[in-house]
Structures are given as C-alpha cells and as structure tokens.
C-alpha cells in the first residue's frame, strides 16, 4: 500500500497524463497479460502513421568571392551537421540527462519514465527527462510543420489524444531510423536557447566553437540547457546563466552516476565557472560588416523568379533554405570605397554619398558604398546618420529613387554617333543658346520638342562656338551634345542605353526628351557603373550580379553564370574609350588620376542638384552619386559643406570625382594596369569641324602673347592687362584631335590651363534649364 500511494505521489507531482498513458499503453506494449492486451497491442502498432518531416529551417549563409561570410539569414539560427561531425562527449551528454537508456529501449522506455517520475518527485522538479529522445523528436518535429503560431501551440498540448499519437509516431521513427539517426536528428531539431536551433549553432552561439570540438564542461552545459532553454538562457541575464550552471553540474552529476566519467572529473568540472564565450546571433543585414551589399544579395532572392515562383515562396527560400550563396564581392574594393567616401563625405551631413564598383565583362559587383550607416535613426526620425535606403542600388535592390545622372549620359550620345560612323575631329559650330523646338522624336515615334526650354553652356554666359567629338566632350558642352543627340536621334541614343543597361532607379520608363542626353533620368550608381563597365569591355555589356554560385543544402552547386550581351561594336568602344580617356587629361577631370590608363565622365545635373562621377579601367568600373536626401530640388548643392569642407557648387569633378579617384587606387593596388585597345584611325581617324582651326588659331596667338607679357613681367616690367593662361598645351592636344592624332595615355596628364574661349571645365556641363515635364 505504501509502495502505491508513493508511485501515486509521484505520479500525481508530476502530472496525471503520464500515469493516464502509461496504464493505457505502456502495459500492451511491454507483454501485459491476457490474450486482449496482445491484441490491444497488435493494433496499436499496425499501420503506424510517419510523422511529418518537413526540411529544417536552416541559416542561409551569405560568403565574399573569398568565401569568408559576411551576413546569415535565419527564422531559426541553425546549420545542421552529420552526426560524426558532434562530438562523443556531447553525444553522452545528452543521452545521460534525457534518455539514460536510449540504445537499450524502443519508442517508449516505461522503467525510465518511472524511474523519472519518482525522482522528480522527491526532488520537486525535473531532474530526469521522461520521454525518450525518439518522443521528443517527434514533438519537434510536429511543432517545425506547424505554419501559424496557433498550429504550433495545438502541437505542444499536452493531453492523451496528443501523446498517443506521438507515441506511434515514434514507434515509426524507430522502425525507421537506427538509433543513431534518430539522435542525429534530435541534436539537430532542439533549441538550446539564445536563438540557437540545432547543436551546431549551440556551439557557436555560446562558446564559438564547432559541434565536432566541443569540450565536456560545453557538452554539459548545452546538455542543461535543452530541458528548459528560456530560463537558462546565458543571454537574459545573470539569474539565468546561475540556472544554466545548476543544469550543467546535474548533467555532469547524472554522467558520473552512468559511469561515463570519473567522480574526480566530475567534481573538477562542477568547480569551474561556465566559460561562456556568446557570440552574435545577429541575422539580417543589419548585422552584416558590409550591409549594402547584404541588401542587393536580399532583394535579389526576394525578387529573382528563380529562387521562388512566387514572393512567398522566396522569403522561404530566404529564410529557411539553408543555402549558401558565393557572391562577388571583394573586401579589398569594399573598404577603398568605403574609405574615400567616408574622407568626404560625414554619415551627419544632409547630403550623401554613393559608390559602386563593376567588374568590365562579367558585371560582378565588387562593392556597393555609402556615406551614411544603415539602420534606423534615433527616434526612427527620417533624417540623421543612418538609413534604410540602399543607396548604391534602384528601388528594386532596396534603394532610393536615385538622383538624375547629369552629363554622364552625354557618353550614350558619344557611343552612338561614333557607331553611326563619326569620327574624331568631326562636329559643328554650336551658339551660345539652344531651344529644342524640332527635330526630336521618342522611340514610339511621337515628337518630343519643347520650345520652352533654354539650354546655355558654361554657367550661361553664352559663350558658342567650333566644338569636335573630343573637344565636346572632354568640355561637357550641353549644347553640343543637344544638337549631336538630334543629328543622331533621340531613339537611336536611348536605345544605345538601353542596350547598355540603364534603366530608372525608380523603374519607370525612361524620360525620352530633348534632355536626355543632359542626363534628366534618375539613375542608381550600380546600373550607371554596369553600363559604363561596358566601354572597359570592349561593348560587351553584362547585367550587374551579386551571386556567383548558389550551394544547395545538399551540397548540390548551382552556379550563375555572367548574364551579358554585345551592346556595342568592339571597334565602337574602343573609339568611346579614346575619347573618355581625354575627359582626365585635357578635360574636367584634368590633374586627377589614378596612375593607370582610365576613361570616364562627369556629371553635374541642373541647378547642382546632384553630381556624379563615372570612369573604368579594362578591370575595374565605378560610379559615384552625390545629393541631398531631403530632396535634390529643394536642396541644391550650392553653399554647402560637405564633410567639413565648404564649396560653392559640387561639381562632378569636385566631390564625385576625387572620391572616385581615391577608391579606385585602393581597390586596384593589386591589380597590374592594363591599357585600352588603340582605336581604328582608319575609321575613325580624320573628321573635320568647321572653323575649330581658325579658333584655335586664334588660341594659339593668344597664348604666344600671355608667354610675352608673363616674361616681360618676370623681368619687373609693369603690365596693366591681365595675364592670359598659356594654353600651348591645350592647344597641342586639340590639334591632335583635329587631325585625328592618338591621344596620350591617361595616366600622363598634360597641365594644359583653361581655355576662355571654348569654356572653363567642370562649368560647361550643367545645363540652365531643363524642360519641364
């Protein structure tokens, strides 16, 4: 009678269901009495029901081009591991304290389950698992297919419908597994607390080691923590980590008692403290060392039909998919961009800064940039140090609506007129003010002409003249480029951008009007850079990419092949890049250089609401962008400062630029320069522009006499009229041009002064007045 009232006591401690299904099943199961019980029995196991074994979800993993990670995403912080990758010691750890007897019992251990109910009993709480480890998987593996929290919480009642279908799921699971298997997967599928699903990111979570090298005082530790991982959660606090050491000596108690280890080990290891070493859990972004890049990798997945048919499907993917995705990008690059952004432009100024960088013939990107920090401000409040925007990046890669690209487009112009067979020397005569009133037309072919809008050059002072491909260019002279884009067509030069990949930040179609190749499109610095990678490759455009290879978790490797086409001749590139190459040597980025052959082009939008910067090498292609976030418009970049430094006006040569400048130097220190391939003259060579001789005549005597009175003054002779910059240099160089001379390398400047007669650089550019509408 005693005896009975004790198993009474105990069962009555530890709750009323587990004495309910042990008189209803356990009895059967273990030979009861009496021909019924066999037969109870029979049918109890026939036709046993497989539990559901949704795959886990697991850490997508997110690694550099060096295979080094850089971000994780995660609903559960888990990597599951093969059972020779945990160590012994962890293995008896948690055989010890849930399921002593688990390789000498099947699904249900009914001495064990009383063996614990008593002992817990008398110790007044749960010193001994009662389920076996085959029991407990299956409970997780009910709760991982639940879908809603309201799914989840029917998959943890605890009632006898419950439990006994749980028991037949695992006398599936043994019928089905070995022993092994089913504690491989176990390991696997529990939480251990801290946001770490699975032994593997236990070990890592809390002490920064692999499942493979952990050591018994870690092993027992993680062992304690499985029964009750909320309220030994090391992470909360010091109550909690006191409630992590009580279960981690009983795990070490309960091994002695198995004879897995020596009472003198035993006792060594309760006297330590835990040495926890918690590592970040962080997933997201957010946490991620490089968090733009992290950003376009996201939205690529999220948006990329390939990783989902629909958008549900792909925050799956996301979340649970367990993948591994190589992408491109190059720490070096990374931190040069980060680096000369961060020199010139501060996370607290109004204004920001952005860089990509592409690599010409495959369109890796290699580093996305900004000058502001990512993450919300103080308050959530709208303007301050940090953002949400991927700023390198269009809106679907996370990012803004972009800033208008300036006279970078005037390279799009450049590229189709030499494709329609312009050559170097050849233009026109162009005024001093330009209204386009006819002769443009979209590509739906409906005209697009706006006699309202007044387009001057040189800040506006009016000043005309004889310009050439090259001297148009290297000078940025809008009007120019305006009646260059009629002769060429309108359509023919947007559809050589499209060809080259620009597109809206915004997605919207592109503006098709006059202005077009003044550059009124918002643009993002990661399409611009993959178009103008384009020139460096020779025409062959490729679409920007952040994945290289996509490792499934079953290790299956799906690589993402380059996405390119020919947007351009070879021959017509090269033409491009003999040209872009003057912009550093005799145009408005004269006296910057990277000390390698480089080609490129500026952009300052109207009214200095943005500048940018565009240029490549046969290896490396960046763009940088910079504005005001609180709206370009209503914000110009006039009267600013910008990192401490005042300016009058950013231009794309005085910020864009020397920010471009620096980062490539650094992104490129390992890379041996390579040069352009030497344009076709014979194509390309010997155009003629009506009256640029005579100008440069004219230039030329100018220059004789400036030398003249800049000797006379050197001897002390007085001189009432201003000195004149020696244009000699210059003038060589146009000279060149107009015969259709090879231009010098690019990492040769010539100190070649303004010329006031064709306009001052980095003032030509910005147009007066836009079009509206």
């Known amino acids: 009678m005693t005896n009975r009232l004790a198993y009474a006591g105990a069962l009555g401690t530890a709750g009323a269901l587990g004495g309910v299904l042990i008189a209803t099943i356990a009895l059967p199961l273990v030979g009861g009495v009496g021909l019924g019980a066999k037969e109870a029995a029979s049918s109890f196991t026939a036709e046993l029901p497989i539990p559901p074994e949704d795959p886990l979800p697991e850490m997508t993993r997110v690694l550099d081009r060096h295979g080094k990670q850089i971000a994780q995403f995660y609903t559960q912080n888990r990597e599951s591991v093969p059972i020779n990758q945990i160590a012994p010691v962890m293995r008896h750890a948690i055989i010890a304290i849930e399921d002593a007897r688990f390789y000498e019992h099947g699904a249900l251990d009914v001495r064990g389950t009383f063996r614990a109910l008593v002992t817990n009993a008398q110790a007044g709480g749960v010193r001994q698992g009662g389920s076996s480890l085959t029991q407990q998987l299956v409970k997780n593996l009910l709760v991982n297919h639940a879908e809603t929290d309201h799914e989840r919480q029917l998959a943890r009642v605890q009632n006898i419908d419950r439990k006994i279908t749980e028991l037949r799921y695992a006398l ?262 330009f209204v386009p009133r006819e002769g443009y037309t979209n590509c739906s072919g409906k005209p697009v002409n706006d006699p309202r809008a007044r387009i001057f050059n040189a800040g506006g002072e009016g000043t005309g003249g004889p310009y050439s491909l090259e001297l148009g260019t290297w000078k940025s002279v809008n009007i120019f480029f305006m009646k260059l884009e009629r002769r060429v067509g309108l359509c023919n030069v947007v559809k050589t951008a499209r060809r080259l990949g620009i597109e809206r930040a915004d997605g919207a179609p592109l503006r098709e009007v006059p202005t077009f190749t003044l550059g009124v499109n918002e643009m993002d610095p990661t399409t611009v850079a993959g178009a103008f990678a384009a020139f460096g490759a020779r025409g062959r455009y490729c679409r920007p990419v952040a994945i290289t290879e996509i490792v499934e978790r079953d290790g299956t490797r799906v690589p993402v092949p380059p996405s390119c086409s020919r947007a351009l001749e070879p021959q017509v590139a090269d033409a491009v890049n003999h040209v872009l190459q003057g912009v550093f040597t005799r145009g408005t980025m004269q006296g910057q250089s990277i000390g390698r052959p480089a080609a490129g082009k500026t952009g300052t939008n109207n009214g200095y609401t943005s500048a940018w910067f565009a240029g490549y090498t046969p290896d490396l292609a960046a763009a940088v962008s910079v504005g005001d976030m609180r709206g370009s418009y209503r914000y110009p970049l006039t009267g600013v400062t910008i990192g401490g430094e005042y300016y009058g006006s950013v231009q794309g040569a005085s910020l864009p630029g020397p920010i471009w400048v620096k980062s490539m130097i650094g992104a490129l220190r390992k890379t041996p320069p390579s040069g352009f391939a030497r344009p076709d003259l014979a194509r390309f060579g010997g155009g003629f522009t009506p009256g640029l001789k005579e100008m440069l005549e004219a230039a030329r005597k100018k220059a004789r006499e400036a030398r003249r009175r800049a000797e006379l003054k050197a001897h002390g002779r007085r001189d009432r009229n201003r000195d004149l910059p020696d244009l000699f240099q210059l003038l060589r160089g146009a000279q060149q041009a107009l015969n259709g001379e090879q231009a010098p390398p690019a990492d040769q400047p010539v100190p070649a002064p303004p010329d006031p007669a064709i306009g001052a650089p980095g003032l030509a550019e910005p147009p007066r007045l836009i079009p509206r509408g």
Not at 310 to 317: F, N, Q, S, Y
């Open 172 to 433: 599936a699971l043994e019928r089905k597994y070995t022993k092994d298997q089913i504690l491989e997967r176990y390991l696997n599928i529990a939480y251990f607390g801290a946001g770490a699903f699975g032994v593997q990111a236990a070990a890592q979570r809390f002490f920064g080691v692999d499942a493979s090298r952990l050591t018994l005082l870690q092993a027992a530790t993680l062992a304690g923590a499985v029964r009750a991982p909320y309220t030994t959660d090391p992470s909360l606090g010091a109550p909690q980590r006191q409630a992590l050491r009580e279960r981690r000596d009983l795990v070490l108690e309960r091994m002695e008692q198995l004879g897995v280890i020596r009472p003198a080990a035993a006792r060594a290891a309760r006297a330590k403290p835990l040495r926890l070493n918690m590592q970040s859990a962080g997933g997201g972004c957010g946490q991620s060392r490089y968090p733009y890049f992290c950003l376009y990798v996201q939205h690529e997945i999220l948006t990329n039909p390939a990783f989902g048919s629909t958008a549900a499907d792909r925050e799956r993917t996301l979340r649970r998919g367990g993948l591994v995705l190589r992408t491109t990008l190059d720490p070096v690059a990374q931190r040069s961009a980060e680096r000369a952004i961060a020199a010139r432009v501060a996370p607290t100024d109004h204004e920001v800064a952005a860089e990509a960088m592409v690599e010409p013939g495959t369109g890796r990107i290699r580093a996305l940039a900004a000058s502001k920090h990512y993450g919300n401000n103080p308050g959530n409040r709208k303007n301050g140090p940090s953002t949400t925007y991927n700023l390198p990046a269009d809106q679907a890669h996370g990012g803004g609506q972009g800033f208008q690209a300036g006279s970078t487009f005037k390279a799009f112009t450049l590229a189709t007129a030499l494709s329609q067979g312009w050559r170097f020397g050849e233009g026109f005569r162009t005024p001093g003010r």
